[in-house]
């Protein structure tokens, strides 16, 4: 991996694969305990600055403290644990990483990029242009955080009609002349392929400057294992267990980000039993923890679904993943990415045993739901405990539930506020989510967004017009 700073503005490793560090640093039970009295930005600079060596430690917290703020994120403790009751002998709970100011997880990174962005953009007197590709949270999460920099503009792209109103409203509402949206004909996958082939012209790429924060940022990857501490953390205090008790944590899963960070985590010494990875009917990530086969879809298979954030089916960071099972081998992940190239999948237990048995051993497990199951679970919730979750979160509460095991806390992601699901909400309730204050009215704001094909070379002309020099 090269230096912090420099992965933080590339996004991708020089050979083209996705950075990830040499080693991950360790954290003992020592640390974990002392960890435990620290506030979420103390955590924050505690995990980051073991990352981010190249920056001095006392910036990462001050960054710290100007990402996580009360202010932005609803209360102090940023991350609150809340748990709902026990089911089959487990304390069941919802780590909430959703109330920040576009109401899903996707903040919790954003806001720290955002920091770690101007901060070292400012320092060397450079500009940076992210290009983007979101299934509706990442955009929003991304043009949130970024509005308010001048050394960053933003150039998203979104699948049209393929969003809730309320995500379209969310991003395209932003009139900042450094935001730039983008809707494209085509569903999320062909968005993120435009991004790729964009940055793989690294001529195109170099001249204008342009950067990423898609969840393959490893910056993003590693902002999200401090809410795994957190949740551990919370886990502990709410249920009195001892440091070195394991959670085990389930994870709506799209892209792969969320729970890598997870495995990040749990490869740091986080004593985590369990890494459910939850999918809807876009199940490509559930069949291949069940078959060992990783076969992508294309955008015909690709199901518009009540949980569009995770309506992918070629999940980025999976590549992480599979690089630390084949035991950091670049050459075989190398392989098994020109096999699916070529044919469209992989079988890792086939072509490469001993990863999967790794695979089998990192205790990363899976499931997935149907639109029925997200309703009954939201339901279920909103009786048992006057809890009401989003579909993404009833997608990772419902996956969770078959893996419950007595004494072992089952901690429930929530990554998005259910408001921003209103039709679902609605059928499966009969009645609206709560808006929160100062979001009554956003469907009715004017929108500034452009409609565009999904066409290499026309996103690159619409870059070099409007990119920061
Ligand atoms: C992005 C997103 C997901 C999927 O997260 P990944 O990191 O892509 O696996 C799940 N739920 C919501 C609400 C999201 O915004």
């Not at 010494?269 to 559930?286: H, K, S, Y």
């Not at 923890?289 to 955008?299: A, K, P």
């Not at 089998?360 to 009786?383: C, F, M, P, W, Y």
Request: hydrophobic share 40%; glycine share 8%; aromatic share 8%.
């Amino acid at each position: 991996m090269g230096r912090f700073q420099d992965i933080l503005l590339e996004g991708l490793a020089q050979d083209g694969g996705l950075a990830m560090p040499a080693s991950l640093p360790q954290i003992s039970r020592e640390e974990l305990l002392q960890f435990s009295v620290r506030a979420y930005s103390g955590l924050a600079t505690e995990i980051i600055s073991r990352f981010a060596d190249d920056i001095d430690p006392a910036v990462i917290q001050r960054l710290c403290l100007q990402a996580y703020t009360e202010q932005k994120f609803g209360s102090a403790q940023i991350a609150p644990l809340t748990p709902l009751g026990q089911e089959q002998g487990a304390p069941l709970a919802i780590l909430e990483l959703s109330n920040g100011p576009t109401l899903a997880f996707k903040d919790m990174a954003m806001q720290m990029l955002g920091q770690l962005f101007e901060y070292v953009l400012t320092r060397r007197g450079e500009t940076l242009n992210i290009l983007g590709a979101t299934s509706g949270d990442t955009g929003s999460a991304a043009e949130y955080a970024m509005r308010d920099k001048h050394a960053v503009s933003v150039f998203m792209l979104s699948p049209q009609g393929r969003m809730s109103a309320f995500q379209r409203a969310q991003m395209y509402s932003l009139q900042e002349p450094n935001i730039h949206n983008l809707a494209v004909e085509g569903v999320f996958d062909d968005c993120q392929d435009m991004v790729k082939a964009v940055s793989a012209d690294l001529e195109f790429k170099a001249k204008w400057r342009i950067g990423t924060v898609n969840s393959i940022n490893w910056a993003r990857i590693m902002s999200q294992v401090v809410y795994y501490f957190k949740g551990y953390l919370g886990a502990v205090k709410a249920y009195g267990l001892r440091i070195g008790d394991t959670v085990s944590f389930s994870v709506p899963s799209g892209n792969f980000g969320n729970v890598f960070s997870g495995f990040i985590a749990k490869s740091m010494g986080l004593p985590i039993r369990r890494l459910i990875v939850a999918t809807n009917e876009n199940d490509v990530l559930d069949e291949f923890f069940r078959t060992g086969v990783y076969r992508v879809r294309g955008s015909k298979e690709t199901y518009q679904t009540s949980s569009p954030s995770m309506d992918i089916s070629k999940a980025s960071n999976f590549e992480r993943f599979i690089f630390a099972m084949t035991g950091h081998d670049g050459a075989a992940t190398a392989a098994l990415w020109r096999e699916l190239l070529q044919s469209g999948q992989f079988d890792l237990k086939a072509s490469q045993p001993q990863a999967w048995e790794r695979v089998k051993a990192s205790q990363v497990v899976s499931g997935k739901s149907t639109h029925e199951n997200r309703l009954q679970t939201i339901r279920d919730l909103a009786s048992r405990y006057q809890r009401l979750i989003d579909p993404h979160t009833a997608d990772g509460v419902f996956v969770g539930r078959q893996y419950l095991e007595s004494g072992v806390p089952m901690i429930c992601l929530e990554t998005a506020l259910p408001t921003k699901f209103e039709e679902t909400i609605l059928e499966a309730l009969g009645q609206p989510a709560p808006r929160p204050k100062g979001l009554e009215h956003l469907e009715s704001l004017p929108q500034r967004v452009e409609n565009i094909g999904a066409d290499v070379e026309n996103l690159k002309r619409i870059i070099a017009q409007r990119a920061l020099r």
